[in-house]
């Protein structure tokens, strides 16, 4: 009942109450959600460090980023090709790369966090940076499973600190859910929310509950799938054909499960297995620690439940 309350407030108060502008943004993770996150960013006019421990995949996510927006923009922009032209020199200009976040976070108003669903790296990684980035700065991450409120426990700054969950792919995928912690602050909330406003997002909230609203519904079904296939009661082939016709979805779950990555997919189903050891919906399978084991995890890798190359 509390939390009822809480964010009714959270609601009436929310065109009154001040937000951080956001204009320089440092996003950590230069995967396919960091990538595609720092594209929505660069081309709606903020700042952008794109920040990965890994030089070439920043150099793959620049290439990609490039590649999609010139898409944009010959669509967009297919009467007025110099004012495309311009978008494109605009966005690109407010991309800029570094593997050291420390050195980075000096200017910047907001960090998103996109690096790999595991609790301690996150933990690590937020604990280091709050000593260094300036007090204004908001943290947010970009988890698809584990508590944000465990997250940010390593800061200092639970007041600065939320959940911003972003869809794959983003440039594509209209959502964003907003998570406040029971620390997080108003001004933060409306700060988060306004961001997302400003990529073009609808946004949508819930409480900093395992999966939030989109996972907690989506990993079920894509587990029932998964089982449905191990116990061979259809192909994935079938299952894939049956909920994209049946159900008008644009990707059967082992397609979803390719894209979206099968790694993800088992830091996420090993961390609700911990939390849950009694839940059979979170034992493990035979058939995806394979596919992990063998470095098979899905389009990023060239393979996972299906071949890409
Ligand atoms: C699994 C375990 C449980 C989940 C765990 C973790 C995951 C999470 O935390 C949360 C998630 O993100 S869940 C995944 C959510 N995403 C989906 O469900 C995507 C489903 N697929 C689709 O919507 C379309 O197949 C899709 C849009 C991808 C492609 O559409 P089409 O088949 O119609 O293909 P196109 O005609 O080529 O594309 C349509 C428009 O989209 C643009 N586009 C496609 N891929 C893109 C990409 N990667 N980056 C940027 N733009 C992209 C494409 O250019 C085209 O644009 P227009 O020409 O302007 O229409
Ligand atoms: N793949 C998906 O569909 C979605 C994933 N997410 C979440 O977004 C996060 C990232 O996922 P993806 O982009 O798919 O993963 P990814 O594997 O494509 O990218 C992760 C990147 O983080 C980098 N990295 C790892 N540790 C780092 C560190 N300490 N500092 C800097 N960079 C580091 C890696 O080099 C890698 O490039 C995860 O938390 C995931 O759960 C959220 C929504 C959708």
């Given at each position: 009942m509390a939390f009822f309350t809480h964010h009714i407030c959270r609601g009436l108060s929310s065109s009154a109450v001040r937000h951080v502008v956001i204009k320089n943004v440092t996003i950590i993770g230069g995967g396919q959600m960091g990538a595609g996150i720092a594209q929505v960013a660069a081309s709606t006019g903020h700042a952008v460090t794109l920040v990965d421990t890994n030089e070439d995949i920043l150099k793959k996510a620049v290439k990609g980023i490039e590649g999609n927006l010139k898409r944009v923009v010959k669509k967009k922009f297919a009467d007025k090709p110099e004012a495309g032209e311009e978008f494109l020199q605009k966005a690109m200009q407010n991309v800029s790369i570094s593997t050291d976040a420390g050195s980075v976070?000096?200017?910047?108003?907001l960090v998103v966090e996109a690096i790999v669903e595991n609790l301690k790296v996150k933990q690590d990684l937020f604990g280091g940076l709050d000593k260094v980035a300036p007090a204004h700065t908001i943290f947010a991450s970009n988890t698809s499973s584990l508590s944000i409120t465990d997250i940010a426990s390593?800061?200092?700054?639970l007041d600065r600190f939320g959940g911003l969950h972003f869809f794959n792919p983003v440039p594509v995928m209209r959502l964003v859910e907003v998570i406040a912690t029971s620390s997080t602050s108003q001004e933060t909330f409306d700060s988060l929310l306004n961001f997302s406003k400003m990529l073009g997002k609808t946004s949508v909230s819930c409480k900093d509950?395992?999966?939030?609203?989109v996972n907690r519904l989506l990993l079920p079904y894509i587990l029932d799938a998964v089982r449905m296939y191990e116990r061979g009661d259809g192909s994935k082939e079938d299952i894939d054909i049956a909920m994209k016709l049946?159900?008008?979805?644009?990707?059967g779950p082992f397609e979803l499960s390719d894209y979206v990555g099968l790694d993800t997919m088992k830091f996420i189903m090993d961390g609700w297995s911990a939390a849950?050891?009694?839940?059979?919906?979170f034992a493990q399978s035979e058939v995806l620690n394979k596919l992990v084991a063998e470095g098979k995890f899905g389009k990023k890798t060239g393979e996972g439940f299906y071949k890409y190359k």
């Open positions: 976070v000096q200017g910047t108003d390593s800061t200092n700054r509950t395992p999966g939030f609203i049946g159900c008008g979805y644009p990707m849950n050891p009694d839940n059979p919906m």
